[in-house]
């Protein structure tokens, strides 16, 4: 996870990679829409969708170009621990869209942005599981 959390937003400092982490631990929480199944940090990290991996960093492999860092694993077990803050509280989706960010992401509504990535959490009433701590 500290792996992901590095290779994802490094350039976001750390209270990005902190909502990077949260976006995982939420689809590990979620068990609804696209992550029903999913019971792991691993799970998600590598979860194939539409014949890709989920997140950029394994499609790409920076995942697997650099060691967590001691700063990066202890930001990874504060996650683990179910830090949270707006706006990846509840996300269970980021990007980077290189432009603004649209007001929905796949039909699910968006809830803030942090530097660069846009944060989006599910619809009401549509994945009881990512409100659930």
């Not at 950029?56 to 697997?64: D, I, L, M, R, Y």
Request: with cysteine.
């Amino acid at each position: 996870m500290a792996r992901m959390m590095r290779a994802e937003a490094e350039g976001e400092g750390r209270l990005g990679m902190l909502m990077v982490g949260n976006v995982i631990v939420n689809r590990v929480k979620a068990d609804c829409l696209d992550f029903e199944g999913l019971r792991s940090v691993p799970d998600v990290i590598y979860q194939v969708q539409g014949g890709n991996y989920s997140f950029e960093a394994v499609q790409k492999g920076n995942v697997f170009y650099n060691r967590a860092r001691s700063a990066e694993k202890r930001l990874a077990k504060q996650t683990l621990k179910y830090w949270r803050q707006h706006p990846s509280k509840y996300a269970l989706w980021y990007f980077n869209p290189y432009a603004p960010c649209p007001d929905t992401w796949y039909g699910q509504p968006f809830t803030g942005q942090y530097k660069k990535h846009c944060y989006y959490e599910p619809q009401a009433n549509t994945c009881p599981g990512a409100y659930r701590w």
